[in-house]
């Protein structure tokens, strides 16, 4: 369960979230859509802890992870000492044998030695994707997962983030692409100016992609 009340961040005298509330109860894919400048990385960042709020108070499971939009791969390290360095430094029991697994499962198991430089952006994505999941996450956040990606990568990412959500893992994902939160998301939040302005589900019957895009222009 997430359970977001008051949320309320200043950065100097902007308010990049106003009073928002959110709850997110079930195991469910929650996107986050809206126009930069919306709030949508403050909130996952806030949610995370990397970000600390001026009021206002987040409930989150303990055992969180986070893709962040430009990856953050260790660039002095392969793809295996990547996905594996939180779990060592905690001590994590099976951690090979689990990263082992996901390399497999994301078709990236041949790619484990190699550094993050030669890697392509879908490549990447996936590795960024291995490393959060490593910490055996109850919740997953995720920072525009699909940027830079062409359609088939697009495609693969919906497929193993389904993949993942059937894990029982609830996932909150900020994205500009609204095509692919319709294709994923059980929910999508709009937000606009750090508020929550239309929360709506594309499983409801009557629901026109049209509509949210008229949401993201206005």
């Not at 005298?13 to 894919?29: A, R």
């Not at 890697?119 to 995720?142: I, T």
Request: glycine share 6%.
């Amino acid at each position: 369960m997430v359970s977001i009340t008051n949320a309320t961040k200043y950065f100097g005298n902007e308010c990049v979230l106003h009073h928002l509330n959110l709850q997110i109860s079930s195991i469910e894919i929650v996107g986050l859509a809206g126009s930069s400048g919306s709030g949508k990385s403050t909130l996952l960042r806030c949610i995370q802890g990397l970000e600390v709020l001026d009021e206002g108070v987040i409930k989150r499971p303990d055992h969180t992870g986070f893709m962040f939009q430009d990856f953050q791969l260790f660039p002095h390290m392969t793809v295996w000492e990547n996905i594996l360095y939180a779990p060592l430094r905690e001590k994590k029991p099976q951690c090979t044998e689990n990263a082992q697994e996901l390399l497999h499962s994301l078709e990236i198991f041949s790619q484990k030695h190699i550094y993050p430089q030669r890697l392509s952006g879908g490549q990447k994505q996936r590795v960024a994707l291995a490393r959060a999941l490593m910490m055996d996450p109850q919740l997953l956040l995720c920072d525009e997962p699909t940027s830079g990606l062409d359609r088939g990568n697009i495609r693969s990412v919906v497929q193993i983030l389904k993949r993942v959500h059937e894990k029982g893992v609830i996932l909150l994902i900020a994205s500009h692409d609204l095509d692919f939160l319709c294709n994923l998301c059980h929910r999508i939040l709009m937000m606009r100016y750090g508020k929550i302005i239309l929360d709506v589900s594309p499983q409801q019957e009557g629901f026109r992609e049209e509509h949210l895009y008229e949401f993201y222009q206005k």
